[in-house]
């Protein structure tokens, strides 16, 4: 049995990876900020994503995700100094307060595996993406520096999605029109699903992905490489 902890544990995507790891028999905590988180083995509600806030949790911890994140879609004209600051607080402080206030454990447990989320839009220019895709580039720089400062007892990697049905993504996706406008700009032609997500990382928590550190995989129906 392995020990995992999830940050932003009322995410759907962590809500169903959860459901898989704890079927697996591994113990899964949830740290949220809402009250209700899913089907966790433990879980924790708190204020906020920062130091001082977050619980105290003994003995090795075998992998951390974070899965916090924003989408606010603005013209660059209409974008303040605040909107930039909460998308890079939320998305990029949030995971170093947290990394920060677990890496002991991280390392006590000797093989372990942080995976953090980035976005398609940070390697492929979309507009109205400005404040969001400055944020998750952050993630993908901080993937990297992390992930050979730990070398090689903690690996690190980030999923980089496209639109998926969640519901961060709800005011994207609620109208038949809008679902299937977001279906004919993907390469695949689907609109993404919470298990898809999910899966990957399962994955990266797991021993099937021992070899693998510092990468930042596109689990977005090929948008980020592909043009058709």
């Known amino acids: 049995m392995k020990t995992y902890i999830f940050a932003g544990a009322s995410s759907s995507v ?5 459901q898989q790891l704890i079927a697996a028999g ?3 905590i949830g740290i949220s900020t809402h009250e209700s988180v ?21 003995g090795p911890v075998d992998g951390l995700v974070y ?3 924003t989408i606010s879609l ?7 100094e605040a909107d930039f600051l909460t998308d890079y607080r939320i998305n990029c402080l949030g995971a170093v307060a947290v990394i920060q206030q677990y890496l002991a454990s991280l390392k006590q447990a000797g093989n372990a595996s942080v995976v953090m989320f980035s976005s398609v839009a940070a390697q492929r220019g979309m507009p109205y993406h400005a404040s969001i895709a400055m944020a998750k580039a952050a993630i993908e720089g901080l993937t990297r520096s992390l992930a050979a400062e730990f070398a090689p007892a903690i690996r690190v990697n980030c999923i980089a999605p496209s639109l998926t049905d969640t519901p961060l993504a709800s005011r994207l996706l609620n109208t038949p029109d809008k ?8 390469p695949m032609k689907i609109v993404g699903e919470p298990a898809m997500l999910a899966n ?17 995989l596109a689990v977005d ?4 490489a592909l043009s058709l």
């Open 179 to 186: 679902v299937e406008a977001a279906r004919k700009r993907n």
């Open 14 to 18: 962590a809500v169903e990876a959860a």
């Open 67 to 69: 899965f916090p994140g």
């Open 26 to 28: 591994h113990r899964v």
């Open 38 to 58: 899913g089907p966790y083995t433990e879980s924790f509600k708190v204020e906020s994503y920062t130091a001082g806030q977050l619980p105290a949790i003994s």
């Open 74 to 80: 603005k013209p660059f004209r209409g974008l303040t």
């Open 200 to 216: 990957t990382v399962a994955y990266l928590l797991s021993d099937a992905s021992a070899w693998t550190t510092g990468q930042v």
């Open 221 to 224: 129906g090929g948008m980020a």
